[in-house]
């Protein structure tokens, strides 16, 4: 049971590339999330799924793109990067979290470094 | 909106000491709250979550943190620290669309 994985650990990109971060759960949960992480920032939603084939913005969507195809996975794109896309980037998956009583606790990837040039 | 306040970005203690992190919250309601640990270049580990339970949650590695309604308080303490205990700690409480809100964080760095 690996829990939350998250590919690539580390990735540097120029401005104007586009790269493809990869998150996969093995507790087959429905809701799957994208975050990122800056100093003195707390952790900010980029865009969340409630189940496949379904996706929504979060707090700061702008220039990025996700998908869910399946649901143990979860893709998040930046079609042309930018310096302010230099952060850290976490995935995380919970239950259902309508349902109350806890199950909105998400699990948490172990990250994505990203430097943008 | 439901949102978090954490007293402190920086508490230093020394080894064998108590810890003491603060975090207020605002809500119209009885929220469930969480903290969260991270350890340096790790992601986002649970310590704890309050559930409108019991008001005082025992969570891992010796931490606890009570429910103050009264206060809009969820204070994350642990008696003795250890050097292990050196990470950030995010308080964080779900708001009413279900999503969670993050804290700031509070950096914590233990003396030997």
């Known amino acids: 049971n690996a829990g939350v994985t998250q590919t690539p650990k580390f990735r540097v990109l120029k401005t104007g590339q586009s790269m493809t971060l990869l998150c996969a759960q093995d507790?087959?949960?429905?809701?799957m999330y994208w975050y990122r992480q800056d100093p003195g920032m707390g952790l900010r939603l980029i865009h969340y799924?409630?189940?496949?084939?379904?996706?929504a913005k979060g707090e700061v969507p702008d220039g990025y793109n996700v998908s869910r195809l399946k649901k143990q996975n979860f893709l998040l794109g930046l079609e042309s990067a930018a310096p302010s896309q230099t952060s850290v980037y976490f995935c995380a998956s919970s239950y259902t979290p309508t349902l109350g009583w806890g199950q909105e606790t998400q699990y948490f990837g172990p990250g994505t470094r990203l430097l943008v040039l | 909106a439901q949102s978090v306040t954490q007293l402190d970005s920086h508490v230093s203690v020394s080894e064998g000491t108590p810890v003491l992190l603060r975090c207020n919250y605002s809500s119209s309601y009885s929220p469930s709250l969480f903290w969260y640990v991270q350890h340096p270049n790790k992601g986002l580990q649970l310590l704890l979550k309050?559930?409108?339970?019991?008001?005082l949650v025992k969570g891992i590695n010796g931490f606890e943190a009570e429910f103050k309604k009264s206060e809009t308080s969820f204070h994350l303490t642990k008696p003795s620290a250890h050097m292990s205990d050196a990470a950030e700690y995010f308080c964080v409480v779900s708001r009413d669309d279900y999503k969670l809100s993050f804290g700031a964080g509070t950096t914590v760095t233990v003396r030997a």
């Open positions: 507790m087959n949960h429905e809701y």
């Open positions: 309050y559930t409108s339970a019991a008001t």
């Open positions: 799924s409630v189940g496949e084939g379904t996706t």
